[in-house]
């Protein structure tokens, strides 16, 4: 691997971890809506990625080499979705029940947490690197 590749893979880490953050965000942000079916019900989203490889151009035995991180989509989950009846909500259906959204926040903050925190760790991926550019280019002063 390159010194240059690092950067790539330090880079779609980051761009994965960036929309992790978002689908994150979008849970939280729709954890209390209410529809009127189970089927018009917020349910809770979670990106889903894969590696990048390709096969490296040395040996058989060096196998696939690391590329990075490529998004493969966004799932749905299918956890059941909570009824509530709230006959005096303006949604409720004609048995007065209202449907919920299946996120879970406390999963959600865990989630944002490990993403930030994976965030990060790209990012000081990318500065060690750049670091060790630098101080590579200053070895023909």
């Given amino acids: 691997m390159s010194l240059y590749s690092i ?3 330090a880079g779609t880490g980051m761009a994965a971890q960036s929309l992790r953050l978002n689908t994150v ?9 209410v529809a009127t079916t189970p089927q018009g ?6 990106p889903v990625f ?6 490296s151009l040395g040996s058989a035995a060096d196998g696939a080499a690391a590329q ?14 909570p009824a509530r009846y709230e006959p005096g909500n303006p949604l409720a259906n ?3 029940y209202v449907y919920g959204s299946n996120v879970n926040p406390v999963d959600e903050l865990v989630n944002m947490i490990s993403a930030s925190r994976s965030y990060q760790n790209n990012v000081e991926v990318m500065n060690s690197a750049k670091q060790l550019l630098l101080q590579t280019l200053n070895l023909g002063k």
């Avoid at 965000?25 to 809506?33: C, F, I, Y």
């Avoid at 019900?41 to 979670?46: D, I, N």
């Avoid at 990075?68 to 979705?81: F, I, M, P, T």
């Fill in 7 to 9: 950067f790539n893979v």
């Fill in 25 to 33: 965000a979008s849970n939280l942000a729709n954890a209390e809506s």
């Fill in 41 to 46: 019900a917020y349910r809770a989203r979670e």
């Fill in 50 to 55: 894969a590696a990048i490889h390709r096969q």
């Fill in 68 to 81: 990075g991180v490529q998004v493969l989509g966004v799932s749905e989950s299918q956890a059941d979705v």
């Fill in 94 to 96: 004609a048995q007065g």
